[in-house]
Structures are given as C-alpha cells and as structure tokens.
C-alpha cells in the first residue's frame, strides 16, 4: 500500500427531510446573503425552490437566484454568476441541483472570493480562497458534494478543463435521496454510468491495488447496478436511491484511491471532448467510450479485466467482462456507440486532436497520443 495524505473537510448530511434543515444551517454558520444557483426548471416545478426560500426568509438570510446552470456547465454563465454574486453582495453560495451546478457553484465560490477570472482557475491561477459552499443535492453522480474537484466547459475555444483546490470543497453537502425521486429516468441512467466509471478506472488502471481497496471498489459498483435496476423498475424505492446516493459519493470523494499506486482517468480524459464538442450527457459519453477502451486495452490491462470478470460477474476472461459490461449498459437503456450518440465517424480525427489537449493536460500523453485516442474512438 502507498502512503497518503487523507483530507475531507465537508460535513455530508443524508437522510429523508434533510433539505429542511438548510435555514438553520447557514444560520448558524453566521451566513447573511446567499446566492441561490440552480438548473433549468427542475426545482421549480418540485417545489423545493419555494420550499427553501421560505427556510432562508425565516431565518433572516438574504438570497438572490441566478438559475439556468447546463448539465454541462458553462464558463460564460459561470462568469455571469461571479459578477451577480459580486453585485449582491453575497457571503455564502448555496447550490440546488447534481454535480454540474455543483461543480459551477465551486468555480463562482473560488473567482468571487479571489476577485479573479473563472477561466484562469482552470489553466493557470491558483485557488487562495472561497465563499463558503452550501449543497442540496437532488441527482447522485459525481461526488462533487464531498470533493474538491470541478469540471466547466469554455464554449469559445471548445475546452472541456478542470482544477482542484482544498478552498473548492462544499461545507456542507444535504443528500435527501427523496430528492432525486423526480429526476429524468434517462439523467438518472447516466448518473449511474459516471457513478461506476469513477472507480472502474481506479479498479482497471491501477498498477498496484491493496486488496482493501479490491473489494472496496467491487462492493461500490456491485450496489450501483444492483440499486439502478432496482431504481429503473420502482422509481421510489427509497432504501435504493439511499444506497445509490451513498456509493456515487464514495466512489470519488478519494476514499477509494487511499493507498493505491499508479491510476488514471483515459475514459474521462476522452469523454471531456464528446461534452465539450457535441454537450452530450457526460455519463452518456463514458458509456459509449469505456467498452471501447476496455477493447483497446484489453492485453495491457486483462489481469484487471479478467478480476472484473471473476468478481463482479462470476465470468472467467477479459473478454467476457468486457460483453459483460457492455450488455449491462445496453440493459439500463445507455448508449453504447458513437452513432448512439448522433456522432459521425468522420468526426473522430477532431475529437481525437481535441482530447489529445487534456491528455497532455493531464500528463497522460506516454499512453494516450493521438492515433490512440483515435484507436479508442474507432472501436466506438
């Protein structure tokens, strides 16, 4: 096992009815002014919008609405939110939604506390400080509520980068599992996708995993397929989309990288370009792109497929994990190809130069040049 320096400074409250506790919370915490960032619609029609306004009134806080962040986040909206926050006077940023108003609200939290562009915090400047970040989460993925992580894409020059700070972890995260009864069954499909992939990658990239590690990882993917298909067939089966929110936030929250040597994320690494380039659904693109890296990979990596094989689908070889998954996407209703997608093969030569820019990024371009990434888009 490596050494490791572990961290996490988020206070994660989960349960039913928890999102009623908001007002108290930010009151206690000596917030006054919050600015409320939130997606389309969603929480509008739910109520839960009006719901915790009222929680805020009643505790004397302050809020302004800034709505409308994209299931792929935005820089132009992003800046937008930051000169709002700015204009309002806000100490506190209050984000309602899943991972991708989440991992906004990180990137406003950061730029309006240093007085900075939100651009430059994803290619050159360092975080020094944020406004503190407030969740209530209604759509389980990306354990962006208990992680310092965020994603946001520059629409001008078609970049998909992100960055990581101690200062960009939520204070406090709510999950209410209730929340997420209303999501789209297509939003909580891909959910499910990006949930797994996060530590599938760990799983089959890693050059040394300490066995508690091994079963760490099996024992998340194994309960997100289990409370997928249990959630795809009763919408409101609680004590799933309880289970489900509690893995997602696990499977990226550094847990399960504690220990573990020489990992890598290709699959993300690729999937940036295919939301940068056409904004597909990001679980949607890594369900298209991991069967064909799997495919590519199958020689360099079969040791790890062959355990995924054994493991988690009582099959023998890399070649039958790698059906194996691939069906069980097809079953919950995930694209598996590019043309799924509604992406032309002939697309593949610019997708592939425009993830070649986060492979060198991400230092990963020993492994994953060009003419690989384009290897990998073929076979999708």
Known sequence: MENFDYYNPTRLINGKGKEKEIGTILSEDGISAVLILYGKNHIQKSGLLDETIKLLEENNIRYTLFGGVSSNPVLSHAQAAVIHAKKNKVNAILAIGGGSVVDEGKAIAVATKMDCEVWDLYTKTKAVGALPLYVILTLSATASEMNSGTVLTNEQTKEKFSFSSVHAF????????????????????????????????????????????????????????????????????????????????????????????????????????LSALYNVPHGAGLAVVIPAWMKWGEKKYRENLERLANNIFQLSTSLEAIVALENWFKKIGAPTRLADLLIDKND?????????????????????????????????
């Open 170 to 273: 939520p204070k406090v995260s709510i999950v209410a599992p209730e929340l997420t009864y209303s999501v789209p069954s297509n939003y909580f499909i891909y959910s499910a996708v990006d949930a797994l992939s996060h530590v599938l990658e760990v799983y089959l990239t890693a050059e040394t995993l300490p066995n508690i590690q091994k079963r760490f990882i099996e024992n998340i993917i194994l309960t997100v397929m289990e409370t997928t298909e249990r959630i795809s067939a009763d919408p409101k089966d609680y004590d799933a989309r309880a289970e489900f929110s509690l893995a997602a936030t696990w499977a990226l929250n550094s847990l399960s990288t504690l220990g573990v040597k020489k990992y890598s994320f290709p699959n993300h690494m690729i999937e940036h370009s």
């Open 348 to 380: 593949i030569e610019k997708i592939a130069d425009n993830a070649y820019l986060t492979s060198r990024r991400w230092r990963m371009t020993e492994i994953y040049s060009q003419k690989v990434i384009t290897d990998i888009l073929q076979l999708a």
